[in-house]
């Protein structure tokens, strides 16, 4: 592990200050961080300590929710505003990781988790675009099953790790984030990137930016929501394919709203609003289910290893 300054910060301004400075590198609760140091994947120059910053609390706002990005995966989970209005990210966070690591991680550093593709993962594998711009990517030829079935490139087809990100895609939250030019807000659908050319760049999060919040807004059939995951093993395992889903039905028990979003097939949460849409107005039944899932999947390009992705993501 290379050698690196630690600074702990007590205030978003100097979190700020402290992440301003060449090669920073947030330090949140470090389950994802700490271990690609290790590897020699992440070389930081300078850890900036954000713990103490405090962003922990979960409250009303705006008619949603405001989730503090310092606020344990553990603690959201069990938040009685999430287990009774967004149902569905409670069941994606218990979902996640385990006991333990939920205790520690946080929902901003959530958001910024890195895939977990085994070349990337492993330095020894020179071939990888994410590590090396420009180098290529070995996963494409090599042993591809957990990989990426949308939104790939020639250039990468590693898959996004999160299960709490996957719930928030379809809950439509938008990340609040603060910089030396302000405040903005990035919808969830923006804020993770696909490949394309610029593999190596995983979100739109700018390099001196913070994540502040996580809005959830107002969304009456919330508790209307579950969250599915498929995985090798039962528990402390990544998706090979999960489901986000929330339907709005009218008094008819017709499908009013629709909200989907995948995990473990793409470079980010997969949502198709197209496929949402062939919901609307239907009953709930399976003829209209298969209509969306065949929407999910269109353009999937399955590789060598993971062509059982497609069926599974339909079913």
């Not at 702990?8 to 271990?35: M, W």
């Not at 995966?73 to 939920?102: K, M």
């Not at 330095?123 to 990888?128: L, T, W």
Request: net charge positive; hydrophobic share 40%.
């Amino acid at each position: 592990m290379r050698p690196f300054e630690y600074t702990r910060a007590t205030t978003v301004a100097d979190a700020l200050s402290g992440i301003a400075q060449s090669e920073s590198k947030f330090l949140g609760g470090g389950t994802n961080l700490v271990d690609l140091m290790r590897m020699g994947v992440e070389e930081p120059a300078r850890l900036v300590d954000i713990t103490r910053v405090p962003l922990t609390t979960v409250e009303p706002h705006g008619g949603g929710v405001r989730i503090g990005a310092m606020v344990r995966n553990s603690d959201l989970a069990e938040h009685p505003l999430i287990r009774q209005q967004y149902t569905v990210l409670s069941e994606a966070l218990l979902a996640g990781a385990s006991p333990q690591l939920r205790n520690m991680a946080t929902t901003g550093g959530n958001l910024m988790q890195r895939t977990r593709c085994y070349y990337f993962y492993d330095p020894s594998y020179r071939e990888c675009n994410k590590r090396h711009p420009g180098s290529g990517c070995a996963a494409i030829p090599g042993y591809n099953r957990i990989h990426a079935i949308l939104g790939t490139s020639p250039q990468c087809i590693a898959v996004h790790p999160s299960d709490m990100c996957v719930a928030l895609a379809a809950l439509e939250a938008v990340v609040q984030v603060r910089g030396p030019r302000g405040e903005r807000a990035i919808p969830m659908a923006d804020f993770h990137r696909l490949p394309g050319t610029t593999p190596q760049i995983d979100t739109n999060l700018r390099q001196d930016e913070m994540i502040t919040a996580i809005d959830l807004p107002a969304l009456p059939f919330g508790r209307r929501s579950h969250y599915l995951k498929v995985r090798d093993r039962n528990s402390y395992a990544f998706a090979l394919v999960s489901v986000a889903a929330a339907l709005d039905l009218d008094s008819g028990g017709m499908i009013r709203e629709a909200r989907i979003a995948m995990g473990g097939v793409a470079h980010k949460p997969w949502r198709v609003p197209a496929a949402e849409r062939l919901l609307v107005g239907r009953k709930p039944e399976e003829s209209a289910f298969v209509a969306a899932a065949n929407e999910l999947v269109r353009g999937a390009q399955p590789r060598r290893h993971n062509a059982f992705k497609v069926e599974l993501a339909r079913r």
